[in-house]
Protein backbone atom coordinates (compact mmCIF):
# COMPACT_ATOMS: atom_id res chain seq x y z
CA UNK A 1 0.00 0.00 0.00
CA UNK A 2 1.32 3.54 -0.82
CA UNK A 3 2.63 5.90 2.69
CA UNK A 4 -0.32 8.14 1.61
CA UNK A 5 -2.86 8.73 -0.72
CA UNK A 6 -3.31 12.00 -2.68
CA UNK A 7 -6.69 12.51 -3.91
CA UNK A 8 -6.40 14.75 -6.89
CA UNK A 9 -10.07 13.96 -8.45
CA UNK A 10 -13.00 16.20 -8.27
CA UNK A 11 -16.14 17.20 -9.77
CA UNK A 12 -15.50 21.30 -10.09
CA UNK A 13 -18.36 22.40 -12.60
CA UNK A 14 -19.83 24.91 -10.21
CA UNK A 15 -22.57 26.39 -12.39
CA UNK A 16 -23.74 22.85 -13.75
CA UNK A 17 -23.52 21.46 -9.93
CA UNK A 18 -26.90 23.67 -9.66
CA UNK A 19 -28.88 20.90 -11.73
CA UNK A 20 -30.41 17.91 -10.83
CA UNK A 21 -27.71 15.59 -12.74
CA UNK A 22 -24.78 17.86 -11.68
CA UNK A 23 -26.22 18.03 -8.12
CA UNK A 24 -25.99 14.33 -7.86
CA UNK A 25 -22.17 14.09 -9.96
CA UNK A 26 -21.08 16.95 -7.20
CA UNK A 27 -22.27 14.43 -4.27
CA UNK A 28 -20.70 11.64 -5.72
CA UNK A 29 -17.00 12.84 -6.23
CA UNK A 30 -16.94 15.84 -3.81
CA UNK A 31 -18.38 13.68 -1.13
CA UNK A 32 -19.10 9.85 -1.15
CA UNK A 33 -15.62 9.10 -2.99
CA UNK A 34 -13.97 11.43 -0.72
CA UNK A 35 -15.97 9.29 2.45
CA UNK A 36 -14.33 6.08 0.62
CA UNK A 37 -11.00 7.14 0.13
CA UNK A 38 -11.17 8.12 4.04
CA UNK A 39 -12.61 4.86 4.93
CA UNK A 40 -9.46 3.13 2.63
CA UNK A 41 -7.28 5.19 4.45
CA UNK A 42 -8.30 4.28 7.87
CA UNK A 43 -8.42 0.90 7.32
CA UNK A 44 -4.78 0.57 6.34
CA UNK A 45 -3.57 3.55 8.59
CA UNK A 46 -2.25 5.56 5.72
CA UNK A 47 -2.68 9.21 5.35
CA UNK A 48 -5.27 10.75 2.99
CA UNK A 49 -4.77 14.17 1.52
CA UNK A 50 -8.37 15.95 0.15
CA UNK A 51 -8.56 18.79 -1.70
CA UNK A 52 -11.05 21.53 -1.01
CA UNK A 53 -11.97 24.81 -1.64
CA UNK A 54 -13.04 28.15 -0.02
CA UNK A 55 -16.60 27.58 -2.15
CA UNK A 56 -17.22 25.95 1.30
CA UNK A 57 -17.45 29.34 2.37
CA UNK A 58 -20.10 32.79 0.82
CA UNK A 59 -17.75 34.40 -0.54
CA UNK A 60 -18.60 37.45 1.12
CA UNK A 61 -16.14 37.72 3.47
CA UNK A 62 -13.24 40.51 2.50
CA UNK A 63 -10.69 39.06 4.66
CA UNK A 64 -8.80 36.00 4.62
CA UNK A 65 -10.72 32.85 6.12
CA UNK A 66 -9.20 30.68 8.42
CA UNK A 67 -9.14 27.07 9.23
CA UNK A 68 -11.55 27.80 11.68
CA UNK A 69 -14.17 29.90 9.61
CA UNK A 70 -17.15 28.17 9.54
CA UNK A 71 -18.27 27.07 6.53
CA UNK A 72 -21.37 28.47 4.61
CA UNK A 73 -21.59 27.51 0.94
CA UNK A 74 -23.90 29.04 -1.08
CA UNK A 75 -24.17 26.85 -3.68
CA UNK A 76 -24.40 23.12 -4.69
CA UNK A 77 -20.56 22.78 -5.55
CA UNK A 78 -19.46 24.25 -2.49
CA UNK A 79 -21.89 22.09 -0.24
CA UNK A 80 -20.71 19.08 -1.60
CA UNK A 81 -17.14 19.99 -0.43
CA UNK A 82 -17.81 20.70 2.59
CA UNK A 83 -20.14 17.75 3.47
CA UNK A 84 -16.76 15.65 2.08
CA UNK A 85 -15.16 17.69 4.30
CA UNK A 86 -17.12 16.47 7.17
CA UNK A 87 -17.24 12.64 6.42
CA UNK A 88 -13.17 12.41 5.50
CA UNK A 89 -12.93 13.71 9.35
CA UNK A 90 -15.45 12.10 11.00
CA UNK A 91 -14.15 8.52 9.08
CA UNK A 92 -10.64 9.07 9.55
CA UNK A 93 -9.91 11.86 12.28
CA UNK A 94 -6.62 11.01 13.14
CA UNK A 95 -5.15 10.69 9.25
CA UNK A 96 -7.83 13.00 6.73
CA UNK A 97 -6.36 15.90 6.01
CA UNK A 98 -8.52 18.79 3.54
CA UNK A 99 -6.58 21.11 2.29
CA UNK A 100 -8.77 23.80 0.91
CA UNK A 101 -7.16 26.16 -1.63
CA UNK A 102 -9.00 29.06 -4.07
CA UNK A 103 -9.36 29.94 -7.61
CA UNK A 104 -6.44 27.78 -8.93
CA UNK A 105 -4.81 28.89 -12.34
CA UNK A 106 -1.41 27.66 -14.16
CA UNK A 107 -0.01 27.34 -17.74
CA UNK A 108 -3.24 27.23 -20.33
CA UNK A 109 -4.09 23.41 -20.44
CA UNK A 110 -3.05 21.82 -24.00
CA UNK A 111 -6.76 19.27 -23.09
CA UNK A 112 -9.84 20.23 -24.88
CA UNK A 113 -11.59 17.58 -22.37
CA UNK A 114 -10.23 19.66 -19.09
CA UNK A 115 -11.90 22.94 -17.23
CA UNK A 116 -9.96 26.20 -18.30
CA UNK A 117 -8.92 28.45 -15.54
CA UNK A 118 -10.85 31.90 -15.27
CA UNK A 119 -7.72 33.75 -16.45
CA UNK A 120 -7.88 31.25 -20.00
CA UNK A 121 -11.32 32.31 -20.04
CA UNK A 122 -10.93 36.07 -19.29
CA UNK A 123 -8.30 35.87 -22.24
CA UNK A 124 -10.24 34.34 -24.56
CA UNK A 125 -13.28 36.91 -23.93
CA UNK A 126 -11.11 39.46 -24.93
CA UNK A 127 -9.41 38.40 -27.87
CA UNK A 128 -13.34 37.80 -28.90
CA UNK A 129 -14.68 41.21 -27.25
CA UNK A 130 -13.97 44.92 -27.08
CA UNK A 131 -15.77 45.36 -23.67
CA UNK A 132 -17.95 42.78 -21.24
CA UNK A 133 -18.42 42.60 -17.10
CA UNK A 134 -17.15 40.77 -15.10
CA UNK A 135 -18.29 39.60 -11.55
CA UNK A 136 -17.58 41.92 -8.62
CA UNK A 137 -19.70 40.26 -5.85
CA UNK A 138 -17.25 37.13 -4.61
CA UNK A 139 -13.95 37.45 -2.76
CA UNK A 140 -11.33 34.96 -3.33
CA UNK A 141 -7.35 34.06 -2.99
CA UNK A 142 -6.23 33.19 -6.22
CA UNK A 143 -3.58 30.32 -6.42
CA UNK A 144 -0.90 29.47 -8.93
CA UNK A 145 -0.86 25.80 -9.22
CA UNK A 146 3.40 25.60 -8.77
CA UNK A 147 2.66 27.51 -5.72
CA UNK A 148 0.13 24.80 -4.58
CA UNK A 149 1.96 21.89 -5.72
CA UNK A 150 5.01 23.11 -3.67
CA UNK A 151 3.39 24.06 -0.71
CA UNK A 152 1.87 20.00 -0.66
CA UNK A 153 5.55 18.76 -1.30
CA UNK A 154 7.16 21.06 1.47
CA UNK A 155 4.52 19.85 3.80
CA UNK A 156 3.93 16.24 3.25
CA UNK A 157 6.61 14.97 1.66
CA UNK A 158 10.10 16.33 2.52
CA UNK A 159 9.47 16.94 6.52
CA UNK A 160 7.09 15.16 9.14
CA UNK A 161 3.97 15.88 8.59
CA UNK A 162 1.95 18.17 10.39
CA UNK A 163 -1.05 16.47 12.20
CA UNK A 164 -4.46 15.94 10.22
CA UNK A 165 -6.89 18.34 9.94
CA UNK A 166 -8.06 21.35 7.68
CA UNK A 167 -5.11 23.32 5.91
CA UNK A 168 -5.67 26.42 3.66
CA UNK A 169 -2.81 27.08 0.77
CA UNK A 170 -4.09 29.64 -1.21
CA UNK A 171 -2.98 32.38 -2.63
CA UNK A 172 -0.98 35.59 -0.78
CA UNK A 173 -2.38 39.13 0.06
CA UNK A 174 -5.71 40.24 0.33
CA UNK A 175 -8.79 38.51 -1.49
CA UNK A 176 -9.45 40.01 -4.38
CA UNK A 177 -12.79 39.85 -6.89
CA UNK A 178 -13.15 38.47 -9.75
CA UNK A 179 -13.68 41.70 -11.20
CA UNK A 180 -10.30 42.89 -10.16
CA UNK A 181 -8.53 39.54 -11.10
CA UNK A 182 -9.33 40.09 -14.44
CA UNK A 183 -8.55 43.76 -14.33
CA UNK A 184 -5.02 43.40 -12.42
CA UNK A 185 -4.12 40.14 -15.62
CA UNK A 186 -5.33 42.71 -18.77
CA UNK A 187 -3.76 45.32 -17.29
CA UNK A 188 -0.52 43.22 -17.11
CA UNK A 189 -1.17 41.75 -20.49
CA UNK A 190 -1.60 44.67 -22.09
CA UNK A 191 -4.90 43.76 -23.79
CA UNK A 192 -6.98 46.62 -25.06
CA UNK A 193 -10.47 46.14 -23.88
CA UNK A 194 -12.71 47.24 -21.24
CA UNK A 195 -14.25 45.38 -18.01
CA UNK A 196 -17.24 46.85 -16.02
CA UNK A 197 -18.19 45.63 -12.47
CA UNK A 198 -20.95 42.94 -12.88
CA UNK A 199 -23.17 41.88 -9.98
Do not use: C
Not at 99 to 111: A, D, M, Q, W
Not at 125 to 133: C, I, L, N, S, V
Amino acid sequence: APDLVVNATGYNAVDRAESEEGKAAAYAMNTEAVESFAVWGALRDRPVIQFSTDYVFSGTHTKTYTENSLPDPINAYGASKAEGEKRARARYPSGAYIIRTSRLFGPPTESTSLKKSFLDLIHADAEKRPRFGVNREEYASPTLVDDLAAWVVEHFFRHDRPPAGIYHAVGGGEPVTWFTWAQAYLEDARLPVSIWPRD
